[in-house]
């Protein structure tokens, strides 16, 4: 339908090269002083690019990110679980990340960055190695971290809506989340170095993240172990685990003020019996 219009320019590459070395082709030939990454099963709201141009006016930011929706919610229950999800790392993670000028991961589906910060960084981008082989996974964690260690700002705008395509299934939805995981975990460590420059909050924020699933899993280890050993039941830390899964999802019911969050309740048992393993 574009091919024919001057103002697009598609870039078709020999083979799959993968998302991170189609990126930098793009970004090479680029010449806007923005650039928006959106993948291929996303769909835009019509305002996106101009509210993501507009937070990105502020010479200081480096990229901004949009809020993320399930565009398949009503198709399963698991489904509706992941827009829930989506809705609480965007608007409780992001959101309050940006309020001390550090989004942690601008998110692939969605992110808009400044040019002249990408072409100084490609290098960096391109070349990073994981278990010394070149790296395929966790690019828009990666990206993030090398626009805050530039000295950038990176945001959030929660009125920026895209609709993404999230997995129906539980097998395509663990291995989306183990590699989310594999890239939290390694790019923390490329982060620590950069937390004494930013917000003490952010501080917190990341060793929260890094430690909470660990000590969860500690918890339900010592709680099998507790069964096993003694036949009782570990009714502490079932209850512990209940009231902050009940406290989490009634603070999202209320400040969404949609009773659907309630629900999200379900995905504590995919959690424990299933990602934290």
Not at 109 to 126: G, I
Request: glycine share 6%; aromatic share 8%.
């Amino acid at each position: 339908a574009f091919a024919g219009d001057s103002r697009f320019n598609f870039i078709l590459l020999d083979k799959n090269v993968g998302k991170r070395k189609a990126q930098i082709v793009a970004i090479r030939r680029s010449s806007g002083d923005l650039v928006l990454n959106v993948d291929s099963d996303t769909t835009l709201a019509s305002d996106v690019v101009a509210k993501l141009a507009r937070k990105m006016r502020d010479p200081a930011v480096g990229a901004a990110m949009g809020q993320l929706a399930a565009s398949n919610r009503s198709d399963t229950w698991l489904t509706r679980l992941i827009d829930m999800e989506y809705w609480l790392a965007c608007n409780e993670e992001r959101a309050a990340q940006a309020r001390f000028g550090a989004v942690m991961c601008c998110c692939g589906p969605c992110a808009m960055y400044r040019r002249s910060a990408l072409v100084l960084l490609l290098d960096q981008y391109e070349t990073q190695l994981f278990r010394g082989k070149p790296s395929d996974f966790g690019e828009d964690r990666h990206l993030t971290i090398l626009m805050l260690k530039a000295g950038l700002r990176t945001e959030y705008v929660p009125d920026a809506i895209a609709a993404t395509i999230v997995p129906d299934r539980l097998g395509p939805y663990l291995r989306q989340q183990l590699r989310w995981a594999r890239s939290t975990f390694r790019d923390t460590l490329l982060a620590l170095h950069l937390l004494p420059s930013l917000d003490r909050y952010l501080t917190l924020d990341v060793i929260g993240q890094n430690l909470g699933p660990l000590l969860l899993a500690l918890s339900v280890l010592a709680g099998l172990a507790q069964l096993a050993l003694t036949a009782t039941v570990p009714w502490s830390a079932v209850l512990m685990i209940a009231s902050m899964t009940i406290i989490r999802c009634s603070v999202a019911a209320f400040r969404a003020r949609q009773l659907r969050f309630l629900g999200f309740s379900l995905h504590t048992f995919i959690n424990v019996f299933l990602l934290l393993p």
